[in-house]
């Protein structure tokens, strides 16, 4: 029986292979972040020059060493930082600096030092404006700095905290710039509607200096969550609340007395004595390695309610008291639920 031959018709290569569709297949395969295919000719591996060669250094850099990985970010933040080659927001929020230096430096304090455990991320939504509304002690405000990282680095959509802070901290000489850098800004309605407005996820600690500040016997009792300016905000900006209830934070400097009268000659809302400071000195400032639970509720809508209601102030007054009744009520839950403050 003859070979059988295959006779090429109308300028075909092969069975079902037009010309048109050689030339595509001998596209590069990238395709660029707007979707839109590369048009250069593939040179080998299926990608163009230019792509096959970012290729590579990607491959060289998953395959790398850890410290050379390190290195090179290093030395690519630095690279960013001379050139002047990173965003800052009109707050002076800096997501660059923040990431690779302000969240690092706390990195070792949450994983290792606090332990800290975090629940309920998924209340928290991926994209668009939203309040987190959280209690507040520790004497110093780490609670706030734990709740950030906490976010970035366990949510999906790995989101910046933007923290609204109280006035002392925008007068102080060397937190304010960080603050500003780090994402907060000052904890006022206009400031706080317009990140809300805008699509970001902002922090509340209500009980301001009033929880951080508290003796150690009122541990994880809730103060007064001030007059609801926190929900006019959300109220106006249409997002939803989100409580958050941190465990941990109360031990790490047990408060029991406050020097009012050195409080007052320095500015401060007060200056705490603890077991360990000022009686050993330096040594004192050491927080104590507490085990640490962040837990984030069920969000609380306002997007219903109407732009009008913030002007309510019976349903803010109730809206208010329903957010510090969830944290305080999940307190109590988590407290139960420990084994033991430091395991």
Partial sequence: MPEARVIQIDGRDGP????????????????????????????????CGEHLAQHERSLATATAPEWEQKLAGALAFVRR????????????????????????????????????????LDNIPSTGGALVVANHSGTVPIDAMMTQLAIYDHHPAHRHLRMLGADLVFKSPLIAPLARKGGSTLAC??????????????????????????PFSERYKLQRFGRGGFVSAALRSGVPIIPCSIVGAEEIYPVIGNVKILARLLGFPYVPVTPFFPLLGPL???????????????????????????????????????VREVIQQTLYKLLLARRSVFF
């Fill in 16 to 47: 079902g292979t037009s010309p048109r569709r050689a030339r595509r297949a001998a596209r590069c395969s990238a395709v660029a972040g707007d979707g839109e295919r590369c048009r250069e000719k593939a040179v080998a591996e299926g990608l």
């Fill in 81 to 120: 930082r001379v050139t002047g080659d990173y965003p800052i927001d009109d707050f002076g929020f800096d997501p660059d600096l923040t990431e690779h230096v302000l969240l690092a430096a706390m990195r070792p304090l949450y994983e290792k030092y606090f332990r800290v455990e975090v629940r309920g």
């Fill in 189 to 214: 309605n206009e400031d706080a509607e317009r990140l809300m407005s805008g699509g970001e996820l902002a922090g509340v600690w209500p009980e301001g200096f009033k929880g951080i500040g508290k």
């Fill in 284 to 322: 004192g400032l050491l927080p104590l390695p507490s085990k640490w639970i962040i837990e984030f509720g069920e969000p609380i809508a306002t997007d219903e309610l109407g732009s009008g209601a913030a002007d309510d102030p019976m349903l803010v007054f109730n809206l208010t008291d329903q």
